[in-house]
């Protein structure tokens, strides 16, 4: 069963709509949580947040509909060649993605995200590897960033990237390496 209330913040003059659920545990029919969505009238923000009654914890975090674009149109790689533990060579990233850009999100067992350290030479499937040395957005947002190829030092070569956190991923808009030996890593 879903729940609607609405109320109106009396100084801010925004509309408040709170939709609550219940997560129902199929085998014995149990409550385990609840789920709360919350839209604000004046600037259209919703928020969504979910109790976990086993671990008394809520999370409260963007809805979809306040994600960046680009959380809802990228392209999957799951590659474990670019894992930061993987040592054979492979190539390069120099065609692997599109000239103009190409947003990508990471998966399986190769990792999910760029690492944010300089993971060394030789590993990830190539010589010289890359990794994202700026800060990270937080959630719902998107920055723009450098990419860097750990070579003869940490930063070699570098090229600007935008990352976009959608709460649970981040994607990443990608460009070919400068040259080839070098190629995005995973963690």
Not at 151 to 179: D, K
């Amino acid at each position: 069963m879903i729940y609607t209330i609405a109320f109106t913040a009396p100084k801010c003059f925004l509309f408040y709509v709170m939709k609550m659920g219940r997560f129902i545990d199929s085998l014995n029919s149990t409550i385990t949580g609840l789920y709360f969505e919350l839209l604000r009238g004046k600037k259209n923000e919703r928020l969504s947040a979910a109790l976990d009654l086993d671990k008394l914890e809520l999370k409260i975090s963007p809805s979809a509909a306040n994600l960046p674009a680009a959380c809802s149109s990228y392209t999957t790689i799951s590659d474990a060649t670019r894992s930061v533990t993987y040592t054979t060579f492979v190539g390069c990233d120099s065609s692997s993605f599109s000239s103009s850009g190409q947003w990508v999100r990471f998966t399986g067992s190769g990792g999910t995200t760029i690492p944010t350290y300089a993971p060394g030479t030789s590993v990830c499937g190539t010589s010289a590897t890359g990794w994202y040395a700026s800060a990270l957005p937080s959630s719902g947002a998107t920055v723009s960033g450098t990419l860097c190829y750990d070579w003869s030092n940490t930063c070699t070569w570098s090229t600007s990237i935008q990352v976009a956190n959608c709460n649970t991923y981040y994607v990443y808009l990608l460009y070919p390496s400068p040259v080839c030996n070098l190629r995005v890593c995973t963690v």
